[in-house]
């Protein structure tokens, strides 16, 4: 099975699953796994491997509208080198600190390769879910796209410093929770807008038109070798966090005053197909 279909069976198998999080009890949690080989290029800092990798459960905590709460990892690695250590807690005690949340801890092992999972925890009474969106409805994302695209490139290029800046985002728990009240449908866009939107449209049994100019981060302009690179990374790529969302038009100028970021609409809800100016947009993305 491909990871699509992989996740299909799970979902079908657990009630609970589905969302970017389980709810239980007013709680929302997440699992996340990130490996060197797939996830952390070479030049990537332990300190950035920390941040990143607790980012992403925190991200699936935004996305449900919750209250971030608590963070724990497990760290596997060939050998335990102290600097290295501290660098990767510090990372993940920032990001934290950054969405109101606190690291408590996780596990140590060896292992092979350098790898890390991930558990995030939330609270809510109200979570917004991949499965409420109507025609008619804004479809939004937050921000811009394509920071995690324009940093592999800077990686490969030996630009580790800005590479690792970019790698480093804040996860848009603060904007989760303002957009929250006024969201039919949310989730990240950690699989790229494409997939995303897609996933979204088949939770809710809904369509979308989206239409350019996408919000595309001003780093991926300076790595892209032209406009359709530029469209293939912050289109396709993936591995962004930020929140993609549907609001409906007599919100929409609540919700992007609310949200302490920019709130872009990039189109609309629809009853049925997903397109980019008229045209199919394919159910593509990133693929563990």
């Known amino acids: 099975m491909d990871e699509q279909t992989a996740l299909g069976l799970v979902g079908d198998r657990l009630a609970a699953a589905g969302d970017d999080c389980a709810v239980v009890d007013g709680q929302v949690i997440t699992t996340d796994m990130l490996h060197e080989r797939t996830d952390f290029p070479a030049g990537t800092t332990r300190y950035t491997a920390g941040w990143r990798a607790v980012g992403a459960s925190l991200s699936d905590v935004a996305a449900m509208?919750?209250?971030a709460t608590a963070a724990v990892a497990v760290y596997a690695a060939p050998e335990f080198e102290e600097s290295e250590l501290e660098a990767f807690l510090d990372g993940a005690t920032a990001v934290c600190a950054a969405v109101g949340a606190e690291y408590v801890g996780g596990d140590l092992d060896g292992h092979e390769e350098f790898t890390v999972a991930t558990t995030a925890l939330g609270e809510t009474d109200d979570p917004v879910r991949r499965s409420g969106a109507e025609p008619g409805d804004a479809v939004c994302v937050t921000g811009t796209l394509g920071r995690t695209a324009a940093a592999i490139r800077l990686f490969d290029r030996g630009e580790?410093?800005?590479?690792?800046?970019?790698?480093?985002?804040?996860?848009?728990?603060?904007?989760?929770r303002a957009v929250a009240p006024y969201a039919t449908a949310m989730l990240d866009s950690s699989d790229g807008l494409a997939r995303s939107v897609h996933q979204l449209c088949g939770a809710s049994d809904c369509g979308a038109a989206l239409t350019e100019p996408l919000p595309i981060d001003d780093s991926v302009t300076e790595v892209a070798a032209g406009a359709d690179d530029r469209r293939e990374l912050g289109c396709f790529f993936g591995e962004d966090f930020e929140l993609v969302c549907t609001v409906p038009e007599a919100d929409l100028t609540a919700a992007r005053d609310a949200t302490p970021c920019v709130l872009h609409r990039v189109g609309t809800v629809t009853e049925s197909g997903v397109t980019l100016d008229g045209e199919p947009l394919p159910d593509r993305g990133y693929t563990h």
């Open 65 to 67: 509208g919750a209250e």
């Open 160 to 176: 580790a410093a800005a590479a690792n800046e970019l790698f480093r985002f804040t996860p848009r728990v603060a904007a989760g």
